[in-house]
């Protein structure tokens, strides 16, 4: 436990483990390896080792410099052979300039003015969704509130019914969780996946959501719209069109991402606001400081806690020779408390600038595709929660993702008094 009362956990965790995240970020071993091995190796009992990226400038540079470590072998700890690659492959694990080709066929709804167009849709749902919650004094704030919106939000993009997005929310966390028993029978480290392994994120459920894609494409073929699955059937600039595998991979990318990071940066904004009644009440008397306020929240959640990269050739990180074909994991939850770059890390300041935080990739290639979406999703949402809300308090212990990956409350019981 820190001075200021966070739960830093222990400094010689494993960081490979699943199991080792359910009790929280192990934040002291990511200080520890900071201080003593910021670009440490680490062995994997079902893999073949990788190198741990934890200081913000090495993981501010790697991310930089995709001719040196590449996103094409895989953005997660688990190795692919060749035909798993070409069979799962996503804009995620793509290089510039392929990369930025694919890209641009859905950037479009994402830029920064786009995102302004969508402010009042945003607020009505925000509004739905907490007039659905409003008067239940103790409620599972992840499950009522934050898993709601996001999903909600993405279908309205996608031109989807709103009545499928707890079935599309079910289905992504399946996909994305898929080391949680509590969203798949199939936990990737627990049971043989082998016979999904040219499946997304090796699961069955990646057939129902591929099923559903089609029928979804089949239909704007027919009757094109304004909507990002019509966009995904548009030509690129050089004419050329996505394949049905290329399709069905977008599209479950597109459900399984869209929805979890920015549910559980919600649901850590709750519980920190849960924990600091002086904070809530600062922003609530002044609204006007939550666009600062929500950039310290996404470094503070930290939810997509790495991406991997391989070296392409011989080179040097941190001090390190790494060797052309290693995995080089970037710790982003680390770089994110670095004190060289956020001066006491482990205090949340609403009005802390600069905040160069890495939730998002910070103006690297793969700069988070929904940054704008995300961000005014939490700020209208903190906005609408915060006018409503007199008194806020945990009503039990939070219960944490099994996963070294995503860092997620997927349970946070919370008591509120409500305006």
Known sequence: M???????GDDHADITSHDTFVAGVP?????????????????EADGRGFWAVTRYEDVVGASRRPELFSSARGIRLEDMDDEELAARRTLMEMDPPEHTRYRRLVSRAFT???????????????RQVLDEAHGTSVLDFTELVARQLPMRMLGRLLGLPEEDSDWLVRHGDALIANSDPDFTDYVVDQVDTSDYRLLPFRSP???ELIGYGREAFEARRRHPGDDLLSALLAPMPDGERLDDAELANFFTLLVAAGNDTTRYTMAA???????????REELGAEPARLPVAVEELLRWASVTMHFRRTATTDTELGGRRIRAGDKVVLWFVAANYDPEQFPDPYRLDPGRTPNDHVTFGLKSPHLCLGAHLARMELRVLLEELLSRVETAELAGPPERLRSNFIAGIKHLPVEIGWR
Do not use: Q
Request: aromatic share 10%; net charge negative; glycine share 2%.
């Open 2 to 8: 820190s001075a200021i009362g966070v739960d830093l």
């Open 27 to 43: 934040y002291a071993t990511f200080d520890r390896l900071r201080r003593e091995d910021p670009v440490s190796w680490w062995e």
């Open 112 to 126: 920064r003015k786009s995102v302004l167009a969508y402010e009042d849709a945003i607020r009505a749902l925000a």
């Open 205 to 207: 459920v990646a057939l």
């Open 269 to 279: 904004s709750m519980k920190a606001l849960a924990e600091r009644p002086e904070l």
